[in-house]
């Protein structure tokens, strides 16, 4: 009987070693899986931290050129600004040379037509004279008919 229970008490050990065992190859099983995730979890932050890292860089490009579009504009803005000015202050000049040379046009008209009209009434008066000699003349005459 001794040994009949030492034999079963061996059974039941090495039941018991097997069950343990395959609950620690279960557990080696789970502890690979683990390790395994665990890998796969720190690849995934890398990741994360380079698209992370490139996410700032573009940021920062992006940033860039937003600054450098604002300095463009308003650059251009005050290129324009002074072309503006520019194209202003000629033309007001344009302007006054041509309203001082149509003045100048108009005087030289107005005097040459004054010239005209003096001439005119010269010979008016001229004729206005001539024809008072005439009258008189013919008065004259007139008269020396009836004397």
Same mark, same amino acid.
């Given at each position: 009987?001794?040994?009949?229970?030492?034999? @079963?008490?061996?059974?039941?050990?090495?039941?018991?070693?097997?069950? $343990?065992?395959?609950?620690?190859?279960?557990?080696?099983? %789970?502890?690979?899986?683990?390790?395994?995730?665990? @890998?796969?979890? $720190?690849?995934?932050?890398?990741? %994360?931290?380079?698209?992370?890292?490139?996410?700032?860089?573009?940021?920062?490009?992006? /940033?860039?050129?937003?600054?450098?579009?604002?300095?463009?504009?308003?650059?251009?803005?005050?290129?324009?600004?002074?072309?503006?000015?520019? /194209?202003?202050?000629?033309?007001?000049?344009?302007?006054? /040379?041509?309203?001082?040379? $149509? /003045?100048?046009?108009?005087?030289?008209?107005?005097?040459?037509?004054?010239?005209?009209?003096?001439? $005119?009434?010269?010979?008016?008066?001229?004729?206005?004279?001539?024809?008072?000699?005439?009258?008189?003349?013919?008065? %004259?005459?007139? %008269?020396?008919?009836?004397?």
């Amino acid at each position: 009987m001794k040994d009949s229970s030492k034999l @079963e008490e061996l059974d039941k050990t090495i039941s018991e070693l097997e069950s $343990q065992t395959q609950k620690l190859i279960s557990f080696s099983e %789970a502890y690979e899986k683990i390790s395994e995730i665990k @890998e796969d979890i $720190q690849i995934a932050f890398e990741k %994360a931290d380079e698209q992370n890292s490139f996410i700032h860089e573009l940021s920062d490009r992006f /940033n860039s050129t937003i600054k450098n579009l604002k300095e463009f504009n308003l650059e251009m803005d005050n290129n324009i600004r002074t072309r503006l000015d520019i /194209n202003k202050s000629d033309l007001q000049l344009e302007i006054r /040379n041509l309203g001082e040379s $149509q /003045n100048k046009q108009n005087k030289k008209l107005l005097f040459s037509m004054k010239e005209e009209l003096s001439k $005119q009434n010269r010979k008016l008066n001229i004729t206005q004279i001539l024809i008072i000699i005439l009258i008189l003349c013919n008065g %004259a005459v007139i %008269a020396n008919m009836f004397l």
